[in-house]
């Protein structure tokens, strides 16, 4: 049922482009569609915990930027003690592949009793979520074995991106685009050798940083979370614009630095902080566009993706880190898709 492959974690984070692909089916046509605009609300509110939370995240960025609707992502463990106030005007959207993420469902479950409407985003029909909120909407990407979310968070993201750009007079033009994103998926998965090479340099590690910005700063949050959970070393993602007000104070040559920095809108934003990194003696493990010259000079190890509109980066720079963390993991003889503490579906508070 791993379908050769020695875990159901890498099986899945190979399925990748099929399972995008079918979500995308699932968003291109407008069956799909909400009997509301994202646009009606006064503004979106999207709550989730772990990996959804960073897709949820990265779907911010998308939504600032096409929906002009004020839009904030909160830990659903977090906005359920906060007193953060909503009403009838808020659009929640709830991020779940289970779910039954207790503090997703309460969260949601609040939110609706205090006059909000509630999308929920889940992989799992029929689950409490599902039933529980006023909309839902699917992530096509089957069932996920592993305890590290993988091939859920592309399809999360494939509908967010969808949302985002819903009510756009040239929709499909943006939607044709996200369609290209499977192809250049399946090319970043030709190159795993190459990641298991440059990950397994790294497996003896006790500590990393994860740095990006803009839409790459979630993928670095996810890119660490993914390293801790399964191979159990210590990995913090960090906003890149945020390292001088801290973080920078760690770096020495023991401190690789993993940095996502595909040439985006803060492309020589973030090369200046790689200096920093170098001038401290730190190690760069840069995730890219492949035939990033630049970058090829300042890294130590360089990981390429193909060269993509901006805004579909995250599609394909989270690939490596999924690899190198799950490479890591496997070299260290762990038990990859049950990691010790952690259960699939946290239905405690
Ligand atoms: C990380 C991971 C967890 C889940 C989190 C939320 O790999 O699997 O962080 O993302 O427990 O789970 P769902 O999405 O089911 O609500």
């Given at each position: 049922e791993r379908g050769g492959f020695k875990h159901f974690m890498l099986k899945e984070i190979f399925e990748q482009p099929r399972t995008v692909g079918d979500t995308i089916?699932?968003?291109?046509?407008?069956?799909?569609l909400l009997p509301f605009n994202l646009r009606d609300f006064r503004r979106i509110l999207i709550l989730a915990c772990g990996t959804s939370y960073h897709a949820g995240l990265v779907g911010s960025y998308w939504m600032n930027k096409y929906l002009?609707?004020?839009v904030e992502v909160m830990y659903a463990s977090e906005f359920r003690y906060a007193d953060v106030p909503v009403g009838e005007r808020d659009l929640v959207i709830a991020i779940s592949q289970s779910g039954e993420t207790a503090d997703t469902r309460y969260s949601a479950l609040s939110a609706k009793e205090k006059g909000a409407t509630v999308l929920s985003l889940v992989n799992v029909m029929g689950s409490a979520l599902d039933r529980e909120s006023d909309y839902t909407l699917y992530t096509h990407a089957g069932p996920e074995i592993g305890v590290a979310a993988t091939k859920t968070f592309t399809s999360q993201l494939a509908v967010l991106y969808s949302l985002a750009v819903s009510h756009l007079p040239d929709r499909d033009r943006f939607m044709e685009k996200l369609s290209s994103v499977p192809h250049m998926m399946e090319e970043v998965l030709g190159e795993a050798e190459q990641i298991k090479k440059v990950a397994l340099k790294y497996a003896n590690r006790k500590n990393m940083l994860y740095l990006g910005r803009y839409l790459s700063y979630p993928v670095a949050?996810?890119?660490?979370?993914?390293?801790k959970e399964i191979s159990y070393i210590h990995a913090e993602g960090y906003p890149a614009g945020e390292m001088k007000h801290g973080p920078i104070?760690?770096?020495?040559?023991n401190m690789p630095v993993l940095v996502v920095v595909p040439r985006d809108r803060v492309y020589e934003k973030v090369l200046s902080n790689i200096e920093e990194v170098l001038t401290r003696r730190g190690s760069v493990i840069s995730v890219g566009f492949r035939d990033d010259e630049t970058l090829t000079k300042v890294s130590k190890d360089l990981i390429g993706v193909p060269e993509v509109d901006e805004d579909l980066t995250?599609?394909?720079?989270?690939?490596?880190l999924q690899l190198?963390?799950?490479?890591i993991a496997d070299h260290l003889g762990l038990d990859v898709d049950q990691p010790r503490?952690?259960?699939?579906?946290?239905?405690?508070?």
């Open positions: 089916k699932g968003y291109v046509s407008r069956d799909y002009q609707t004020p949050l996810e890119g660490a979370l993914k390293l104070a760690l770096i020495d040559e995250p599609f394909l720079t989270v690939i490596p190198f963390a799950y490479y503490n952690l259960a699939k579906t946290v239905t405690v508070e």
